[in-house]
């Protein structure tokens, strides 16, 4: 299994690094007659995408491209802008969880960014094209996260989105309170007030110390200089929370955790901007909308333990019909492949329309991750990212055919098959020539040596046996 996978990913590899080349060098590409989904307006029939160097320039019908442009033929298919994942933990070496100390806001997934990781590609045939990679909530805070764009075959720190604000992941109820662990030692909270009373001691930690700093900055420059405070990495990050530095995305499943929280943030001047779930959030709509934070959460998965029940799939469209900014994520490799289908089903369990429900995974997540205003909608002036399929977004047998970042193709189904096909044709060429030299040296190995001396038959003298009758 382990040496088909890792046959598989080389060969998308070599597929996608041929295709980011074919058209890496064009500085104009003219992606023509799609039906397109620009997510601002209506759909556009039989329409054009004129894309300059990694930006969208031109949207429309009958676009004229520059001579040395490469036209890329839609003939009817679908585009629409590249889907963003706004909760996923997919490109993470070693674990998403430090769970070593209670708080571990000090802790960076920028740190251990693994830009081989094969769920990259497969979110690209998904039509995946941001996604916000983060800690886990075993924390009531715990670390910080980024946003990439997935430029696969590019490095980490090349597939960092830049001017994307930075986040911090913390987490209400079952699992920073370790309900039923079993591995480890035990640990303080083991209650839900114990994780919203542990989040308000280090606050209280945290203006102390900004406290000190602010008097030190103060007396550094007098003639007797005082000495500086001890540096905390942990603290330095929960004051620029308090500081307002960071979007803090909070894992919340009940509806009374989510107000309570929300009280407490209120008194210390943190700005929530999402609630991670938040499956309970259809209870609450008008203080969440009072309030303004957002929730990034499922279509249709709950019940999966005791703090996820108090739901139904109707949730994420009751919440965006009252107004709430509401986002579907993955939280999962292998759903973030079908985020599309997932929005699908706010229409079928709910009843949003069609723009509505495709705004789940396009708009409304670039909103809570801060990176609107360069992706999230199909616009000129705004990142070439787009997601082609061969029927609607929405249809149940759709399927992605092709995946576009900053106007380059890092997927596409036509030729990733293509190259598989023949990857496979010179596997099994080299497999028979393999088997043909080994028959040819088992061959040789029963012929006698020619080297050895062959008996004379005429050296050789008949003799009669001894003895007889």
């Known amino acids: 299994m382990k040496q088909k996978r890792f046959k598989y990913l080389l060969i998308s590899i070599l597929v996608l690094s041929v295709s980011a080349i074919a058209v890496a060098g064009k500085d104009e590409i003219l992606l023509k007659n799609g039906n397109i989904i620009t997510i601002t307006g209506a759909d556009i029939k039989g329409g054009d995408i004129l894309i300059k160097g990694s930006k969208i320039e031109k949207i429309g019908k009958n676009i004229k491209a520059g001579p040395d442009a490469l036209v890329i033929h839609l003939n009817g298919k679908w585009a629409m802008p590249g889907i963003i994942d706004s909760h996923s933990h997919i490109a993470v070496e070693g674990g ?58 590019s490095t980490a720190p090349e597939m960092i989105f830049k001017g994307a ?37 280090i606050f209280e930690e945290a203006r102390d110390y900004m406290k000190a700093w602010d008097d030190y900055d103060k007396k550094k420059d007098n003639k007797v200089k005082p000495l500086p405070p001890k540096k905390d ?117 709910g009843g949003l329309s069609e723009s509505e429900a495709l705004k789940t995974i396009t708009i409304n997540p670039a909103k809570m991750l801060g990176v609107d205003k360069w992706v999230g909608t199909l616009e000129p002036g705004k990142d070439a ?31 990733y098959f293509e190259d598989r096909k023949k990857a496979e044709e010179i596997k099994k060429q080299k497999e028979e020539q393999k088997k043909a030299e080994d028959m040819k040296k088992k061959e040789s190995e029963r012929k006698p040596d020619e080297n050895q001396k062959k008996p004379d038959p005429k050296s050789m003298e008949t003799q009669a046996p001894k003895g007889g009758n």
């Open 96 to 153: 998403v969880n430090e769970t070593g100390n209670l708080m571990t806001a000090e802790v960076d997934v920028k740190d251990v960014l693994n830009s081989e990781d094969y769920n990259i590609f497969l979110a690209l045939a998904g039509g995946v094209t941001t996604i916000h990679t983060m800690h886990g909530s075993a924390n009531p805070i715990g670390g910080r996260g980024i946003v990439l764009k997935l430029r696969w075959g």
């Open 165 to 201: 604000p930075e986040t911090v992941k913390w987490a209400l109820g079952e699992n920073p309170k370790q309900s039923s662990f079993s591995m480890g030692r035990g640990r303080y909270p083991k209650t839900r007030m114990g994780v919203e009373a542990s989040i308000r001691a």
């Open 233 to 349: 990495l942990r603290l330095e990050v929960i004051a620029d929370v308090l500081r307002g530095k960071y979007l803090v995305r909070c894992h919340a499943y009940e509806a009374e955790e989510m107000l309570s929280i929300m009280k407490l943030c209120k008194e210390y001047g943190v700005k929530l901007a999402v609630f991670e779930h938040g499956l309970e959030g259809y209870r609450i709509t008008n203080e969440l909308i009072k309030y303004g934070v957002g929730v990034s959460t499922f279509a249709d998965f709950w019940a999966y333990k005791w703090e996820a029940f108090k739901t139904m799939p109707h949730s994420a469209a009751l919440m965006a019909k009252r107004g709430v900014l509401i986002a579907l994520n993955s939280d999962d490799a292998e759903r973030m492949r079908r985020l599309y289908l997932d929005a699908a089903k706010t229409i079928r369990f």
């Open 385 to 415: 990212d787009i997601a082609i399929f061969n029927r609607h977004p929405l249809d149940p047998y759709t399927f992605c055919e092709m995946t576009m970042v900053d106007g380059k193709v890092f997927f596409d189904r036509a030729k």
